[in-house]
């Protein structure tokens, strides 16, 4: 089969990687891809945004499936554009993409299926928004009701920092029409949790557990980034909890869809706030974490394909996943300045040294190759994502192979996986 992966992150190597395995895929197109995916898949520039120019790209080239990483194509209808012209696609349509795209449809739906999320209230102005602040106190949670590279929410500590958000999202537009409407939220604390689920729209099949991080800096502190590290199993998620989110969240928002008329097929994300043993959702992606992908699929025993296959032909009830019994940890290194203004053009040294360790694969994101060299090419540059009998061994593994790893202005947290860690009482 000739497969067609949509995007260029870490998440699309760590797709492209394992689809490479598959002995299903005889050829793979990424688009636009990045250097480490030109090593395994033929990339082509394109602009993601252009989802008829996409599909026309898939019929020229004889593309049997194509499989979609980023939110924003989804949410423009991309799968509603390829399948109007009869190609097989993964992801949700645009209808079902609306739980990612906009955060007070998913929390309107929340409420009505009895799904547990923080309270909350919608706002598309600043004065209605500031009162109901003061008379709910602080820290509150501001978010962009739409896509905003996961850099949309705001934690407001008081009524200054609140007005400063709300003036930066709906009157500054600083995340452009993703911040019409705002939805502010009670903040929950406890510890997050990332959990992906296959679903074909009637069977939910849930992929091992993981845990992102998603601030700047260590011990969470700073502002929030796209992901700067994630591992997998996460111990927050125990059997029983992993249960509660089955039962009171995953196939409750995917019944909550079909009741509304909209069958939601790809990939489920839920967001989580684990507390007092109780999960709660702070958010829902319609698609695969990045960077909880890396480290997860390093983990799946099973060939990819055939899953997706699966959901496509809503054929998901009888697949079965297993994981191994291992821990993977992923380690994203970022460009000096990362989550604002920062420098691309750097040159990477130490690839080649990790390439010759043994249980660690470096998932590329922001790169580019120029003649021999490699070079950075946007804010999160690539991960570093490393195989362990277990999670301590995985995140030394993870650590020395990034210490390999050099460019001007690199940074990365050296705290990635210390909660499971602390959890394991291997820390
Ligand atoms: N890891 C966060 C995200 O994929 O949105």
Partial sequence: MKIMIIGGGGREHALAWKLKKSPLVSHIICVPGNAGIEEIAECVPWDLSDCEGLSDLAKQNGVDITIVGPEAPLSLGIVDTFNSKGLKIFGPSKDAAILESSKSFAKELMKESGIPTPDFAVFTDCGSALEYAKNRGFPIVVKADGIAAGKGVIICQNLRDTQRAVQKIIIEKAFGAAGNKIILEDLLTGEEASFLAFTDGKTVLPMASSQDHKSIREQDQGPNTGGMGAYSPAPVITPEIHKKIMDKIMLPVVRGMTKRGITYKGVLY?????????????????????????????????????????????????????????????????????????????????????????????????TRKEGRKVLTNGGRVLGVTALGSDLRQAVDKAYKAIDLIQFEGIYFRRDIAQKGLRRLGLF
């Fill in 270 to 366: 839920a967001g989580l706030m684990i507390k007092d043993n109780e999960p709660f959702v702070l958010e829902f992606n319609c698609r695969f974490g990045d960077p909880e992908t890396q480290p997860i699929l390093l983990r799946m025993e099973d060939d990819l394909m055939p899953v997706i296959q699966a959901v496509i032909k809503v054929k998901l009830s009888g697949v079965k996943l297993s994981w191994s019994n291992n821990a993977a940890v992923c380690v994203v290194a970022v460009s000096s300045g990362y989550p604002d203004v920062y420098e691309k053009g750097k040159e990477i040294s130490g690839l080649k040294e990790v390439s010759k360790i043994k249980g660690v694969t470096v998932f590329h994101s922001g």
